[in-house]
């Protein structure tokens, strides 16, 4: 039995000012009605058995303050209906002040509101991160993605996600879209793999995808992150004069424009002091991502030199035609919590 709650309340408020308005037509109506769902619970004619009919409500929380109300007195008409049910899929914090605003009252006053219709509150943890590779791995299968999204794809997804489900499959989609509707990605000069790295910059490292398909990221953004990242990693410790490090100091510094520090544990301070200058010039999460392996491994996974401008000359060329929706936010955030409340 499916219905509309908010439209079943609205029939009887409709019908009860045609009545005259008076409370007790409204309660014969509403008495009807708990009549008609009464005797349909009873029902069982399989088993023998009660049936009970259960009522989800999610995503309450999302709705306007207005409606959050409007539904709470919807189902108060019928809490007292027995075999009848109704699961609240929800954060009841966002609920309770909502409440609280209606009602021009504090927070206070929307719990008090709340515990006169909520029964049981059930809060959910968020999932875990295998829980989420689970999931991932699922919303793979049903897309005939499995085969694109390796190990490594999977794990960014989870952690760069913030374990939400609903970023994580709308990510797989756009992975879908662009692979089915965009051929130049299966090209000998391309891959799919590619496109995976495409997909995840795109919605997870917003800043850096900008730069890296912008005017003013210089001939090869990719080279120049990964300098920056080994620059960074020893600049408080350099090796000596020798070492191989110093050549991407160099390339790092004198493409910029920027001074080249001498080589030698005394250039500690001028490395310390053009890295300042640069991290205020490269994209604002820079210095985070510059010590995030799993995202300098994705940077790598590109391939050669060559690879990396072949990749970037398509993504400037053709850009991506799913949109990100700007909505994933620089650093993971914490998992969505939800209460279940039944009332």
Known sequence: MIFNLLGLRRVVDTLWQELGGDAKSRNELRDLIAGMVTEWVAQDANRGGRRMLIVFVDDLDRCDDAVIVELCEAIKLYLDIPGLVFILACDLSVISRGVAVVARGQAQAGREYLEKIVQVAYRLPPPSEQQVIQLIAGYAEQSGTGALLDHRARQILAERSGHNPRRIKRIVNSLVLEHRLNPDWTAPSLSSSLLVTAILLQHLYPYFYEHLVSDEAGEDPILEFLDYAAVRAEAADPPGPENA????????????????????????????EQLDRLDREMPPESPDLARNQAFLALLRAVGSRSQWTTFRRQLIRRPLGVDPLADVPLAAEPAEQSNAAVA
């Open 245 to 272: 490090w110093w050549s991407r100091v160099n390339r790092l510094f004198s493409n910029r424009g920027m001074a080249v520090p001498e080589r030698g544990q005394g250039a500690v301070k001028q490395l310390a």
